[in-house]
Nanobody, 116 residues
Framework: QVQLVESGGGLVQPGGSLRLSCAAS????????LSWYRQAPGSERELVAS????????NYADSVKGRFTISRDNAENTVFLQMNSLKPEDTAVYYC?????????WGQGTQVTVSS
């Protein structure tokens, strides 16, 4: 059974940093690309960053390039999202996701609030 559990969200001031984690289980983690999405109130869920399997090629939304870094630890079955220089518009629920045998799985999400 595929499970994704996010953690690390919270309240942070503009310009601050947070590191999100997503612990995965139920599938051969190292063989699958993973992604982080976010959804702000009243908005659609949007792709933030993705990381491929093995060689760990990364891609980012233009809005987070240069500020966010996605990484993975295949030994710990965990994907991370390091978020620096946070802005109020980064406020959202952040989800990690993976597609396994044609089905997309989501974690429960973790709230990130950027506010002074």
């Amino acid at each position: 059974q595929v499970q994704l559990v996010e953690s690390g969200g919270g309240l942070v001031q503009p310009g601050g940093s947070l590191r999100l984690s997503c612990a995965a289980s139920g599938f051969p983690f190292s063989k699958y690309p993973l992604s982080w999405y976010r959804q702000a109130p009243g908005s659609e869920r949007e792709l933030v960053a993705s990381i491929s399997s093995l060689v760990a090629t990364t891609n980012y939304a233009d809005s987070v390039k240069g500020r966010f870094t996605i990484s993975r630890d295949n030994a710990e079955n965990t994907v991370f999202l390091q978020m620096n220089s946070l802005k109020p518009e980064d406020t959202a629920v952040y989800y990690c996701t993976v597609v396994v045998t044609g089905r997309r799985y989501w974690g429960q999400g973790t709230q990130v609030t950027v506010s002074s």
